[in-house]
C-alpha cells in the first residue's frame, strides 16, 4: 500500500515568517502533486513535479520533489494571510493510477 | 471555460436513505474520478471512469456505485447510508486515463448523514 506522511500537520506562524512542510513516503510516485485547499472548498492544483531533483517556484512558494521521488516539500517565504489553508500532497500511484493522498497540513498565517 | 461543476453544494439525509450525486467535468475532459474527504483527512479514492467504464475502485463497500453517461458527465450513488458516509465528495476530471494527466477538482458536494 503506497502512503503519503505529510509533516507537520498543523502549523501556526505569524506574518511574514518561512515554513517547510514535508510529504514523504516509502514508495517511488511517477509525479506529485501539490494542492491547497480552502475550508468549504475543493483542492486547487498549486503544482505538479515529475522529475527527480525539481525545483519549481510559484511565487512565493518552492516546490522540490526528491531525487529518488519518494519525497517533496513545499517552502513558503515570508508568509502572508492569504496563505492560510490546508495544504495536500498527492501522489499518482497504485495499479489504477489514481491520485493517493497525504492527510494534509492545516496552516495558519495570522496577521 | 467552466471548471467541474457538481450538485447539489449541501444536502442532509437520514440513516438508512439513498443519495446521488453528480458531477459535470471540464469540457474536453473524458474521465471522472470520485473521492470521499472526511473532516480532518485527505481525499480518498472511490471511483475512476473513462469512456463510461469503471477503470479503478477504491476501498469503499458495495453501496457505493457510479457510472458515467455519453456526455462524460457522472453520478455517484451511495446506498443505505451511515451516519460514517458524512464527508466532502468530490469529483475531479482530467483528459483521459493516463496517469501523466493533471487532475482538476470540482468544489464539492457536503453530506451530512443525520
Known amino acids: 500500500t503506497q502512503l503519503l506522511e505529510q509533516s507537520p500537520q498543523f502549523l501556526s506562524i505569524q506574518e511574514g515568517e518561512n515554513l517547510t512542510v514535508y510529504c514523504n513516503s516509502s514508495s517511488v510516485f511517477s509525479s506529485l502533486q501539490w494542492y491547497r485547499q480552502e475550508p468549504g472548498e475543493g483542492p486547487v492544483l498549486l503544482v505538479t513535479?515529475?522529475?527527480?531533483?525539481e525545483v519549481k517556484k510559484l511565487k512565493r512558494l518552492t516546490f522540490q520533489f526528491g531525487d529518488a521521488r519518494k519525497d517533496s516539500s513545499l517552502h513558503i517565504t515570508a508568509a502572508q494571510p492569504g496563505d492560510t489553508g490546508l495544504y495536500l500532497c498527492a501522489g499518482v500511484g497504485g495499479s489504477q493510477g489514481n491520485l493517493i493522498f497525504g492527510k494534509g497540513t492545516k496552516l495558519s498565517v495570522k496577521p | 471555460d467552466a471548471g467541474v461543476t457538481q450538485s447539489p453544494t449541501h444536502l442532509i439525509k437520514t440513516r438508512g436513505q439513498h443519495v446521488t450525486l453528480r458531477c459535470s467535468p471540464i469540457?474536453?475532459?473524458?474521465?471522472v474520478s470520485w473521492y470521499q474527504q472526511v473532516l480532518g483527512q485527505g481525499p480518498q479514492f472511490i471511483f475512476q471512469?473513462?469512456?463510461?467504464?469503471?477503470?479503478g475502485r477504491g476501498n469503499f463497500p458495495d453501496r457505493f456505485s457510479a457510472r458515467q453517461f455519453p456526455n462524460y458527465s457522472s453520478e455517484l450513488n451511495v446506498n443505505a447510508l451511515l451516519l460514517g458516509d458524512s464527508a466532502l465528495y468530490l469529483c475531479a476530471s482530467s483528459l483521459d486515463y493516463s496517469s501523466g494527466n493533471t487532475i482538476y477538482f470540482g468544489e464539492g458536494s457536503w453530506l451530512t448523514v443525520v
Open positions: 471512469y473513462y469512456e463510461k467504464e469503471e477503470r
Open positions: 513535479v515529475v522529475t527527480g531533483g
Open positions: 469540457s474536453g475532459h473524458k474521465s
